[in-house]
């Protein structure tokens, strides 16, 4: 499947974006603020490998798509993980040279987007380090409400960090615009809107650094 905005594509990954998933996976700048990383060669591998069997799978469960600008490489990751009861978490990674051009919130925004109103999920939530301040500024600005505060939720690079947790309702989720617009999410490729609860992506918790 894919979904684009006005300025990104979001495509399901191929083994051709192994060298521009491992450049933004493998800088230690960008899993900072998470469990996962700076990644192997290995691990990159199996993160595609994870990719491709989630979007095989039927019933899927589990959106991990490539994030790319003018259907270029990929930049980064984002991911949509259907849980239990019509909820999703949703989870981003960008590479540190894209940060700062709002291309994060425009890419979570389309998936948002996509979570409610052809999912029709009742719910999506995300989760980020207290001190990763830009993520938590991100997530504030598609509408999400801080709902928790877990302490000592992750153990990274051998250090608790307390968790923010975020959520929004579909009734709170902005409408989509008309199709005029080029600001609302195209989607192609076909998909099928049922899950269970099951982990996130292998980058094992997609969230911007």
């Known amino acids: 499947m894919e979904l684009s ?3 990104l594509v979001l495509r399901e990954f191929t083994e051709a974006d192994f060298d521009a998933v491992h450049a933004f996976a493998s800088d230690p700048r960008t899993s900072i603020f998470v469990e996962w990383g700076p990644n192997t060669r290995r691990d990159t591998g199996d993160f595609l490998d994870f990719c491709a069997k989630t979007a095989r799978a039927i019933p ?5 798509l490539a ?3 003018a259907a270029g490489p990929p930049i980064g990751s984002i991911g949509l993980t259907l849980g239990a009861g019509n909820q999703a978490d949703i989870g981003y990674v960008l590479g540190h040279e894209c940060w700062g051009h709002g291309y994060a919130t425009e890419a979570a925004r389309a998936m948002l987007t996509f979570g409610f109103s052809t999912l ?3 719910r999506i939530t995300a989760t980020c380090r207290p001190e990763n301040t830009a993520s938590a500024g991100v997530l504030r600005k598609l509408g999400m409400q801080q709902v928790g505060h877990r302490k000592n939720d992750r153990l990274i690079r051998g250090t608790w960090l307390d968790s923010l947790v975020f959520a929004i309702d579909a009734a709170d989720c902005p409408p ?3 199709r005029q617009d080029p600001t ?3 989607v192609h490729g076909s998909f099928t809107p049922s899950g269970h609860d099951c982990g996130v992506s292998h980058l094992k918790n997609l969230e911007e650094s």
Do not use: F, Q
């Open 176 to 178: 989509a615009r008309s």
């Open 5 to 7: 905005s006005e300025r």
């Open 60 to 64: 899927r469960t589990g959106y991990t």
């Open 67 to 69: 994030v790319t600008v």
């Open 184 to 186: 609302t999410p195209r």
């Open 120 to 122: 029709r999920l009742g």
